[in-house]
């Protein structure tokens, strides 16, 4: 399973970016794809992630009601679209998948992860 994100970059307090993660190498029929977050000296954090056979979303309480996410069958891909962000969201943030009945919010349960991409929020 190979996961590319995309979409970080520097943005002022309140405004939005979409991050993307398109996943290949596998059938998504079974697929969790999720969104953690880390800042230097801290723990990577769960912040979002989407079951795609039930098209359930989970969110981090942080996080609900600003950002969404959301899935892209033909591209095979979830969106994670951030809106009114705020600089405590900045963060380098990862893309992950897993197929095993574990909780969506926990790291451990991720065996898949993409290449971080880095989100800034300037006050």
């Known amino acids: 399973v190979q996961l590319q994100a995309s979409g970080g970059g520097l943005v002022q307090d309140g405004g939005s970016l979409r991050l993307s993660c398109a996943a290949s190498?596998?059938?998504?029929?079974?697929?969790?794809m999720g969104w953690f977050r880390q800042v230097p000296g801290k723990e990577r954090e769960f912040v979002a992630a989407f079951r795609w056979s039930t098209n359930t979303p989970y969110y981090t309480d942080s996080v609900k009601g600003r950002f969404t996410i959301s899935k892209n069958n033909a591209r095979s891909a979830v969106y994670l679209q951030m809106n009114s962000l705020k600089p405590e969201d900045t963060a380098t943030y990862y893309c992950a998948a897993k197929f095993r009945a574990i909780t969506s919010t926990i790291r451990s349960g991720y065996d898949y992860w993409g290449q971080g991409t880095l989100v800034t929020v300037s006050s």
């Open positions: 190498g596998t059938s998504l029929r079974d697929i969790t």
